[in-house]
């Protein structure tokens, strides 16, 4: 079956995957996502580390209002937080792999992709999500 | 401030929901109100500032008021709409431009409202595709990071929206006038962790009119002198954190709050000690907790005591949203800070009834924060 991302240039191709940020060229300061378009040029592409640990979390209960929500039509409450990549940036993502129950702020976790919906074309799109480390 | 300015008027529209009523018509109520308040007549304002975020044009209401052919300036400013108005009232007043001028807020809000769109944030679209983009996210994981670092436990959070909806018994212009206890609070359903169905806030409509003058005009009209120590707004240092971000800086910066608050003490000359009661924005019963230390009343982490021990109920030591605020009177975003104005200027006067704060209160803060990271504060006296 094809699978694709939902976006391009979110994160490297290669396996197991890194999420691309932008570093600020002046201050150093790193972004995430990459900024596009005007906002690009202060900043150049930079994979980030893989693994990090929760800054935050919280649990995404009901169903987001679509649109802009383009996930399955089936919700089931997934998890979210913010990851701290240790000296790079915080960022946003959805979490697999854990227990509701045993979501805590500082808990290690690691990058990886999951399906997250079927496109119209019948391919599988991919994000990217967090996982507890094994 | 050089030149002292006062409220003379302060009326509000009841908040809440309001069938086939206009936020324009809302706001009219809430003029005619104040004006009434203050023994004025339309005509004998000079000047005004106001606006809505989603309920239309503030200066449209002229064809209403009066042709007068009077200065209106419409502020379209998110949830610092009615501050920034404010701001601009005064200021104006200070200069010696004019010498007695309204300042309007309102909003009309469906059930529902906000679907914020990536594209309008400058957000790629799987932002919001994946489910990233919710304002009860933002909520939730920056309380979430606070009670880890400091303490705080989800009763807290319980005893914040307990007493925002007993005071809005209290309140005529309150939207939730049935108390709501504890256990029912920390029970309800999960909406998004660790906050409750009953520890948000709802869209809602409302309007709030208040109306300023110079010392000397203010002396003129005779009513009681409440004056206007402060009113600051600002806008986000680096290092923030605010809604909708798919990134935050792991070096942790300060927050429009304070900016705002430290501008408005120094505009005073009074520090958060000398405050007697205060209006903070509590879009969600996290936002009380953390805009209690933002604003400089605790230091992070006491909340957990404050509420134990209700020193922010209405008889405590330093009331906060004495009305409910807005988890009582739901939150349309214009009108919501002169709201909070309106309630400091009843409860200065006295004349708050059931819900008035004992000991004869001198000094009212208002406070509020909203996207993409603004906030403002006033200070009041009598």
């Not at chain 2, 501008?263 to 209690?292: N, S, T």
Request: hydrophobic share 40%; glycine share 12%.
């Amino acid at each position: 079956m094809q699978t694709r991302p939902i976006a391009d240039g979110v994160w490297t191709d290669e396996q197991p995957p890194r999420l691309i940020g932008g570093r600020d060229r002046e201050t150093g300061r790193i972004v995430f996502p990459m900024p596009a378009g005007g906002e690009a040029e202060r900043y150049e592409a930079v994979p980030l580390a893989r693994e990090g640990t929760i800054w935050s979390w919280t649990v995404q209960r009901f169903p987001p209002k679509a649109p802009p929500y383009a996930g399955p039509e089936a919700f089931e409450p997934f998890a979210l937080a913010y990851v701290e990549l240790p000296g790079e940036v915080i960022v946003e993502s959805r979490l697999t792999g854990f227990d509701f129950d045993a979501l805590a702020c500082g808990l290690p976790v690691r990058l990886t992709t999951i399906p997250f919906v079927e496109a119209p074309d019948g391919a599988t799109l991919v994000t990217y999500a967090f996982e507890p480390m094994p | 401030m050089s030149e002292a300015v006062y409220i003379v008027g302060a009326g509000v529209h009841p908040f809440g929901r309001t069938e086939g009523r206009s936020g324009q018509d809302q706001a009219l109520v809430a003029i005619r109100v104040a004006l009434a308040d203050a023994g004025l007549d339309w005509s004998d304002i000079q000047f005004a500032y106001g606006g809505s975020h989603a309920a239309g044009n503030a200066d449209a209401m002229v064809s209403r008021l009066g042709l007068t052919g009077m200065q209106f300036i419409n502020v379209k400013n998110g949830c610092a709409t009615g501050g920034s108005a404010l701001f601009g009232v005064a200021a104006t007043i200070r200069s010696g431009e004019f010498d007695l001028g309204l300042a309007v807020g309102f909003d009309k809000h469906p059930r529902g409202a906000f679907n914020d769109m990536p594209s309008d944030w400058g957000l790629p679209d799987w932002v919001g595709e994946t489910g990233l983009m919710l304002t009860t996210q933002f909520f939730a994981t920056k309380i979430q990071r606070y009670m880890f670092e400091h303490g705080i436990s989800e009763t807290t959070l319980g005893r914040v929206a307990e007493k925002a909806f007993e005071n809005g018994t209290l309140a005529d212009h309150a939207w939730r006038r049935m108390p709501v206890d504890l256990e029912t609070i920390l029970q309800s359903q999960m909406l998004s962790d660790p906050l409750t169905k009953y520890m948000f806030c709802s869209p809602a409509e409302g309007a709030a009119a208040l109306i300023l003058a110079s010392e000397t005009r203010a002396r003129q009209i005779g009513g009681p002198m409440i004056k206007l120590d402060a009113a600051a707004m600002r806008t986000r240092p680096p290092g923030s954190f605010e809604v909708f971000a798919p990134s935050i800086d792991v070096v942790r910066g300060g927050t429009a709050t304070e900016l705002a608050s430290r501008a408005a003490y120094e505009a005073a000359g009074i520090g958060p000690e000398d405050i007697d009661l205060a209006q903070v924005q509590d879009a969600e019963a996290g936002g009380e907790i953390m805009h209690m230390a933002e604003n400089g009343f605790c230091k992070d982490g006491e909340q957990e005591q404050w509420l134990a021990e209700g020193r922010t109920r209405i008889d405590g030591r330093l009331p906060i949203n004495t009305d409910g605020g807005c988890l009582a009177c739901g939150e349309p975003i214009g009108a919501s800070g002169l709201r909070q104005v309106y309630e400091n200027v009843v409860q200065l006067r006295g004349a708050a009834g059931a819900r008035q704060v004992p000991g004869d209160p001198r000094v009212g803060y208002t406070h509020v924060y909203g996207a993409p990271g603004v906030s403002a504060v006033t200070i009041l006296s009598r």
